[in-house]
């Protein structure tokens, strides 16, 4: 062999090495590799050196040498990427598991849209110095309509469909009946308010319910004007809300009281755009309220020439409805806990 064929030869060997690196995928793989091929031909052209003519031999196990050197360093790089490769796939399989994470979130039971709304309602009127009082589900008619100024007759009776019950009683249509309750039971002055469930038979929509919830208010005092009216229900919206809510007010009729209004908000689930729960029109009525009628001071065994006062009934449903963007009633008495866990995960509009 001259060194010529050597230098073939050496290439050859180089080129096989070459290939047993790429395509060794583990460390076992390259190790057998390696040593097939140091044992193998590497072996064989060192053996090989005798054959040389004696003053070349120097040189050939000189190339011999640098090529054995060249394929270890080779072997070397491709078992440390092998090495580094390992450790971040061990790394990434490792960060599957995060013992600082907190555990798993288990759904717990919580308080109702609607419950929340009231209690923050109660506490804001609670700082104004209101009591919060009760008042019983079944009524009598005299309650729920003559004492407020509904007689039989009446076609305000009409507007609210009623449960009547065997018995004559009446399942409440509005919390309004706890005015001439606190009335009787407290005498002026008064500062109450009455949450509590209401009943109506009626068609049932993305607005409606049979069982809703409202707050009744009632102030009575001397010289109480609408002015007082006015600055109560924008300071509780502006509370509830957490931000100034554009109101209007407009002449409303309630046969209990006199002037009567209905005050609505911009609606919050479409911005006052229009939707089905504004049923289109921006607005939604959210506080019946008004001056006190007379005739309902006289049933509280209350003087009208001495007393005035204001009386309102927030819608604490749709108050719920709007302050968590739930666009269907129907949810808040369903069972449909995404409602009612999470409601402010119910795009309005989109419901
Ligand atoms: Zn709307």
């Given at each position: 062999m001259d060194l010529n064929e050597l230098a073939h030869l050496l290439t050859r060997i180089e080129s096989e090495a070459a290939g047993a690196v790429s395509e060794a995928r583990t460390a076992d793989a390259l190790r057998a590799a390696e040593s097939k091929i140091t044992k193998g031909p590497l072996a064989e052209a060192m053996k090989s050196i005798k054959s040389f003519a004696a003053e070349e031999r120097g040189q050939a196990g000189q190339n011999i040498n640098k090529t054995k050197q060249l394929i270890a360093e080779k072997f070397a790089a491709a078992m440390d990427a092998l090495r580094a490769a390992g450790v971040a796939s061990e790394r990434k399989s490792a960060s599957d598991f995060d013992p600082t994470l907190p555990p798993a979130r288990t759904l717990r039971g919580g308080l109702h849209p609607v419950t929340i709304v009231q209690r923050e309602v109660e506490r804001i009127f609670s700082s104004l110095g209101f009591a919060v009082v009760g008042g019983p589900e079944m009524e009598t008619e005299f309650y729920n309509f003559e004492a407020l100024n509904i007689p039989a007759m009446h076609p305000a009776r009409d507007a609210q469909d009623t449960f009547w019950l065997t018995n004559g009683w009446l399942l409440r249509t509005h919390t309004s009946p706890c005015q001439v309750r606190a009335m009787l039971r407290y005498g002026p002055p008064i500062r109450v308010i009455a949450p509590g469930r209401c009943f109506r038979y009626e068609a049932i929509d993305a607005s409606h319910e049979n069982t809703f919830y409202q707050l009744e208010g009632l102030l009575i005092d001397k010289d109480i004007s609408i002015a007082h009216l006015i600055a109560f229900m924008k300071l509780l919206l502006r509370e509830v809300f957490h931000r100034d809510v554009k109101v209007r007010l407009r002449p409303g009729f309630f046969p209990?009281?006199?002037p009567g209004f209905e005050l609505d908000m911009s609606c919050a689930i479409c911005d006052g755009k229009g939707c089905p729960t504004c049923k289109r029109s921006g607005?939604?009525?959210?506080l019946p309220c008004g001056m006190v009628h007379p005739n309902v001071l006289r049933h509280g065994k209350i003087d009208p020439h001495e007393y005035t006062g204001f009386a309102f009934g927030l819608g604490l449903t749709r108050l719920a409805m709007m302050k968590y963007g739930?666009?269907?009633?129907r949810i808040l008495n369903s069972g449909d806990l995404r409602g009612i866990v999470?409601?402010?995960?119910?795009g309005g509009a989109k419901v």
């Open positions: 209990f009281v006199e607005w939604v009525e959210i739930v666009g269907d009633i999470q409601p402010e995960r119910l």
